[in-house]
Structures are given as C-alpha cells and as structure tokens.
C-alpha cells in the first residue's frame, strides 16, 4: 500500500501544555508532518468527570482521525489518565483498528525509579490526574519498591493559561503545593510534573525545593518513547508522511492562541479554528 500524501501525527492537548511536548518531538524527529489540536474552548480539563474529559478527548481524536493522522498522541496527562485506555480498548477496535493513540504518562513512569536514592518519588499534576491514580499505577508496575506522594495544583494551569505565571501572586501558589509534596515525605528525591503545562514553571519550582531533588519533565521522553514506538513499529511509521510540516488547530479563538502559543512552542505559530459540535 502507498504512503498517504497526507498523514500527519496528531497531537492534542486540552489547551496549550501539549506545545511543549510537540516542540521536543519535533526536535527529535523533525522529518514527520504533524498535526496539533488544542482543546482551548473547553479546556482546562484538569477538574473535569471522566465521562467528561472521555467523551472531550474521544471527539477530539476523531476530529484528528478525520483529518488523515493515523496515530494521536494525547500530550496532556489528564487526558491520558482519564480518557486512553477506554479509547484504546473500547473505541479504537470499533472505530479504526488500524489506528493507534498513545499517551504520555508511562515515559516518565518507566524510568522514575532509576533517579531516586531514597525510593520516595513525588508527582505533580492536576486534580483529575492525582486523583485518577495512574501514576500511582504505572509506577508500581516498573518499580514497586517506589513509594509515590502526590499533589494536584489546581491553580498552576489556569496561572500558566493566562500568562500569569511569571508574577508575584502565582509564586504564593506555587510555593503551597511544592511544599505541600514536601510535607508529606521529606525524603523525596525525584518529582514528576505529571502536566504538559509545567515545564514553563519548572524555574519556579525549583526554587522551593532543594537542588538535589530531580524534576522530570516529559517533553524530551516522550519524544524518545515516541522515537523508539516508530522504530518497533514499522507497519505504523510508514504510515507517516515526511514534509516536515506543521499544523495548528485551535476550538477556541486563533488570534488568541497565537498570542499564546509561542511561550510554550518557543516559535510563532499561526493557528486555524476547528469547530465542534457543542450541541451533543
Ligand atoms: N496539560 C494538561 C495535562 O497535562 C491538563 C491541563 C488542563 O487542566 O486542561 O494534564
């Protein structure tokens, strides 16, 4: 079968915090085309029910599917978390059996445990993901040894999204919570920022720990994982088209995602509106 001319790789987030993945992943494998979808007019998804961010993400998928992408990675942890497997398992076989969707929780999960001394690791993320417990869950499959702490931060998306993270006020928010994961063991000496939007804060975190406690963020491993999956997978890597292009697509204002977007993809980008069905 011939290469589609069109396949790009999708890649969606409820908002912004996929950009940050996407950048890393274009970096590693700059050859493929992709394809980026922000759920900006609904998001944040992080205090949302499961059926609510499953069925977001669902639609959202598809919406990538219609538009040739072959294999979606949901570079939002809270999606991941709430949404992948039930799409895998349940959706994926019904609706396009040929088609993959990956997450990024399980790059960071795999590996945690060899950046930890004292066998205590933390993870932060938002309230859907902690609550969820899928770290707690992958971590114990590559390292059960590990004992996990965790603390969701509702407040650090919205302070990201709203460009308000680099004021005074967001440190106050920043400072609770990197202190509240401390509270609970002080012996933790590797964290994951278990959400794609903190990279931006990564700087400001670290000033509440100390410098020998690790961060892991997920951009450059995912990216490797992603690297890796296409070379154990060649029936699926064919399958992607080669122009080194780029494409954004915004639910929500393109203006004001441009505007955005460039603080997390670290280049200007230009972005086209999708339309979804509100009325389901
Ligand atoms: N960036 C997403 C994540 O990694 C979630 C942000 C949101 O709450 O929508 O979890």
Same mark, same amino acid.
């Given at each position: 079968?011939?290469?589609?001319?069109?396949?790009?790789?999708?890649?969606?987030?409820?908002?912004?915090?996929?950009?940050?993945?996407?950048?890393?992943?274009?970096?590693?494998?700059?050859?493929?085309?992709?394809?980026?979808?922000?759920?900006?007019?609904?998001?944040?998804?992080?205090?949302?029910?499961?059926?609510?961010?499953?069925?977001?993400?669902?639609?959202?998928?598809?919406?990538?599917?219609?538009?040739?992408?072959?294999?979606?990675?949901?570079?939002?942890?809270?999606?991941?978390?709430?949404?992948?497997?039930?799409?895998?398992?349940?959706?994926?076989?019904?609706?396009?059996?040929?088609?993959?969707?990956?997450?990024?929780?399980?790059?960071?999960?795999?590996?945690?445990?060899?950046?930890?001394?004292?066998?205590?690791?933390?993870?932060?993320?938002?309230?859907?993901?902690?609550?969820?417990?899928?770290?707690?869950?992958?971590?114990?499959?590559?390292?059960?040894?590990?004992?996990?702490?965790?603390?969701?931060?509702?407040?650090?998306?919205?302070?990201?999204?709203?460009? &308000?993270?680099?004021? /005074?006020? %967001?440190?106050? *928010?920043?400072? +609770?919570? !990197?202190? $509240?994961?401390?509270?609970?063991?002080?012996?933790?000496?590797?964290?994951?920022?278990?959400?794609?939007?903190?990279?931006?804060?990564?700087?400001?975190?670290?000033?509440?720990?100390?410098?020998?406690?690790?961060?892991?963020?997920?951009?450059?491993?995912?990216?490797?994982?992603?690297?890796?999956?296409?070379?154990?997978?060649?029936?699926?890597?064919?399958?992607?088209?080669?122009?080194?292009?780029?494409?954004?697509?915004?639910?929500?204002?393109? &203006?004001?995602?441009? /505007?955005? %977007?460039?603080? *997390?993809?670290? +280049?200007? !980008?230009? $972005?086209?509106?999708?339309?979804?069905?509100?009325?389901?």
């Amino acid at each position: 079968m011939s290469v589609p001319e069109h396949s790009p790789i999708g890649v969606f987030d409820s908002g912004f915090g996929g950009l940050t993945v996407l950048k890393e992943i274009v970096k590693e494998l700059p050859q493929y085309d992709y394809l980026y979808l922000g759920d900006n007019a609904r998001a944040p998804y992080g205090s949302r029910s499961y059926e609510t961010v499953y069925e977001y993400t669902l639609e959202c998928v598809k919406q990538l599917f219609d538009k040739g992408c072959h294999l979606v990675i949901l570079a939002c942890n809270t999606a991941s978390a709430k949404a992948l497997r039930t799409i895998q398992q349940k959706d994926l076989p019904k609706l396009a059996s040929n088609k993959r969707v990956l997450g990024v929780i399980r790059p960071t999960t795999e590996i945690i445990g060899n950046y930890s001394s004292t066998k205590q690791v933390g993870v932060l993320g938002t309230a859907g993901t902690v609550s969820s417990g899928s770290y707690i869950v992958e971590i114990e499959k590559f390292f059960p040894e590990l004992k996990v702490f965790q603390e969701a931060c509702p407040m650090w998306v919205p302070l990201i999204e709203n460009n &308000e993270f680099d004021n /005074k006020g %967001a440190e106050y *928010f920043i400072k +609770k919570h !990197v202190e $509240a994961l401390m509270k609970q063991s002080p012996k933790i000496d590797a964290i994951i920022l278990g959400c794609t939007h903190y990279p931006l804060i990564e700087n400001k975190i670290k000033k509440f720990l100390s410098p020998d406690v690790k961060l892991l963020s997920q951009g450059n491993l995912v990216a490797k994982g992603l690297k890796e999956y296409l070379n154990r997978h060649p029936e699926m890597e064919k399958n992607c088209s080669k122009n080194g292009s780029l494409t954004f697509f915004t639910t929500d204002m393109p &203006e004001a995602f441009d /505007k955005n %977007a460039s603080l *997390f993809f670290g +280049k200007e !980008v230009k $972005a086209k509106h999708l339309a979804l069905d509100f009325r389901h």
